[in-house]
């Protein structure tokens, strides 16, 4: 790939990644020091919701009626401005249902972004497996810098975080004008509202390892959901301060894992590659549950591991076996069933796991955090059982929508 698109490409990436990272990751402590701990599990939940409706709508749009750039672009201005007016009413005290309606307001417009630069990233390669690792690393590496901006500027439970937030969008929207080379959009006049809606996606289903795939990592995507509103409240417990760095531990491995994907796609099944992702869930947990600095540590890191193997690779199984003109709705699609199905169960039920395992003396993290493993452990148990694969050898046929 030629380093002026490399670098374009994964500077759209590395801007998102900061602007998601500035919001998510203080967003637990940023709630609780404003007196808004009964909304975190709903607040969280936003996005969930906001998953089942508007990634499929515009992914629909970005395949059929408007360029995927300028689709990002509208969405990147809605979320500078929802977010930054979610923020004012987090700090000048508004009701907790009103702050709750307007970071709804906020999920609905970021929700559809990540999956429509991905589109336009995977778009543009010609050789999926080698060259979307390392540019997706660059959202990483976006992620950690967000997480290191926050707590540099002393905003792991403030709301500067979020009115910075709304300042990265404002560029990760200017930036989108750079963008260019993209393929012609395809043009349709007669759209049932299914196909308007982005339903005509749940098609994709209908193959059975597409169908294996969707739902592992739905699936995995449940106890996943704990880990950002958790994992900085047990870091805290055990001491630590400037939790929004720490956290950032996970991204050095996952930026480790993708460089080192395209190595292993070549050599190893998917199969495996997702085998993996889920083993490294469990041990994930498992070291989180041993309450101690180093495990907590040391789960934290394990989470860059096993969300690389899990979702990246889920991302690049979609760009290969699914055909081109349904690639932004798989990609839709798939943010449907981890942001919108995974995390809406995830954060309302672990929410009410968390809140099982908390008493007036404190959280029992243990036992926490090993439920969680636990169900990682059914999740891979029936990732094997029921995906069949087929190969290494796969190269998608151009009339293939399904894979094979």
Same mark, same amino acid.
């Given at each position: 790939?030629?380093?002026?698109?490399?670098?374009?490409?994964?500077?759209?990436?590395?801007?998102?990644?900061?602007?998601?990272? %500035?919001?998510?990751?203080?967003?637990?402590?940023?709630?609780?020091?404003?007196?808004?701990?009964?909304?975190?599990?709903?607040?969280?939940?936003?996005?969930?919701?906001?998953?089942?409706?508007?990634?499929?709508?515009?992914?629909?749009?970005?395949?059929?009626?408007?360029?995927?750039?300028?689709?990002?672009?509208?969405?990147?201005?809605?979320?500078?401005?929802?977010?930054?007016?979610?923020?004012?009413?987090?700090?000048?005290?508004?009701?907790?249902?009103?702050?709750?309606?307007?970071?709804?307001?906020?999920?609905?417009?970021?929700?559809?972004?990540?999956?429509?630069?991905?589109?336009?990233?995977?778009?543009?390669?010609?050789?999926?497996?080698?060259?979307?690792?390392?540019?997706?690393?660059?959202?990483?590496?976006?992620?950690?810098?967000?997480?290191?901006?926050?707590?540099?500027?002393?905003?792991?439970?403030?709301?500067?975080?979020?009115?910075?937030?709304?300042?990265?969008?404002?560029?990760?929207?200017?930036?989108?004008?750079?963008?260019?080379?993209?393929?012609?959009?395809?043009?349709?006049?007669?759209?049932?509202?299914?196909?308007?809606?982005?339903?005509?996606?749940?098609?994709?289903?209908?193959?059975?390892?597409?169908? #294996?795939?969707?739902?592992?990592?739905?699936?995995?995507?449940?106890?996943?959901?704990?880990?950002?509103?958790?994992?900085?409240?047990?870091?805290?417990?055990?001491?630590?301060?400037?939790?929004?760095?720490?956290?950032?531990?996970?991204?050095?491995?996952? #930026?480790?894992?993708?460089?080192?994907?395209?190595?292993?796609?070549?050599?190893?099944?998917?199969?495996?590659?997702?085998?993996?992702?889920?083993?490294?869930?469990?041990?994930?947990?498992?070291?989180?549950?041993?309450?101690?600095?180093?495990?907590?540590?040391?789960?934290?890191?394990?989470?860059?591991?096993?969300?690389?193997?899990?979702?990246?690779?889920?991302?690049?199984?979609?760009?290969?076996?699914?055909?081109?003109?349904?690639?932004?709705?798989?990609?839709?699609?798939?943010?449907?069933?981890?942001?919108?199905?995974?995390?809406?169960?995830?954060?309302?039920?672990?929410?009410?796991?968390?809140?099982?395992?908390?008493?007036?003396?404190?959280?029992?993290?243990?036992?926490?955090?090993?439920?969680?493993?636990?169900?990682?452990?059914?999740?891979?148990?029936?990732?094997?059982?029921?995906?069949?694969? %087929?190969?290494?050898?796969?190269?998608?046929?151009?009339?293939?929508?399904?894979?094979?």
């Amino acid at each position: 790939m030629h380093r002026t698109q490399f670098a374009e490409l994964g500077a759209l990436f590395l801007l998102q990644g900061v602007a998601q990272a %500035i919001w998510l990751v203080p967003l637990s402590p940023v709630l609780e020091a404003h007196g808004l701990s009964v909304i975190r599990p709903y607040a969280f939940a936003a996005s969930a919701l906001a998953a089942f409706v508007s990634p499929l709508i515009f992914g629909a749009v970005a395949d059929r009626q408007a360029s995927p750039v300028q689709v990002l672009r509208g969405l990147a201005l809605a979320t500078a401005g929802t977010m930054a007016l979610a923020t004012t009413a987090i700090y000048q005290g508004w009701p907790p249902g009103m702050v709750l309606v307007l970071i709804q307001l906020h999920a609905l417009a970021t929700a559809p972004a990540w999956s429509l630069a991905s589109t336009i990233v995977l778009a543009r390669l010609r050789d999926t497996k080698h060259e979307f690792g390392p540019i997706r690393a660059m959202a990483t590496l976006g992620w950690m810098a967000g997480c290191w901006l926050v707590s540099a500027l002393n905003a792991d439970a403030s709301t500067r975080a979020g009115y910075s937030g709304a300042l990265v969008w404002l560029i990760v929207a200017g930036f989108t004008y750079c963008l260019s080379g993209l393929p012609a959009v395809q043009s349709s006049s007669h759209l049932t509202w299914r196909e308007r809606l982005g339903l005509d996606a749940l098609t994709l289903l209908r193959h059975r390892d597409h169908r #294996v795939v969707f739902l592992t990592i739905a699936l995995f995507s449940i106890p996943v959901a704990a880990f950002y509103p958790y994992s900085p409240l047990h870091l805290r417990d055990l001491g630590f301060h400037r939790t929004s760095a720490w956290m950032s531990l996970g991204q050095v491995l996952e #930026v480790v894992t993708m460089f080192l994907l395209g190595g292993l796609l070549s050599r190893w099944r998917l199969k495996w590659i997702l085998t993996a992702g889920l083993g490294c869930g469990v041990l994930r947990f498992a070291f989180c549950a041993l309450d101690q600095k180093l495990g907590l540590l040391a789960g934290v890191a394990l989470h860059g591991c096993s969300f690389s193997f899990v979702f990246v690779t889920a991302q690049i199984y979609l760009d290969q076996r699914v055909d081109a003109a349904w690639r932004a709705r798989a990609q839709a699609l798939m943010s449907f069933v981890t942001v919108g199905v995974g995390n809406l169960t995830g954060y309302l039920g672990t929410g009410g796991w968390f809140a099982w395992n908390t008493t007036a003396a404190g959280t029992d993290w243990p036992k926490f955090w090993s439920g969680l493993s636990l169900a990682v452990v059914g999740v891979l148990g029936y990732f094997l059982m029921a995906y069949r694969g %087929i190969g290494k050898g796969f190269r998608r046929k151009p009339d293939d929508v399904f894979g094979a």
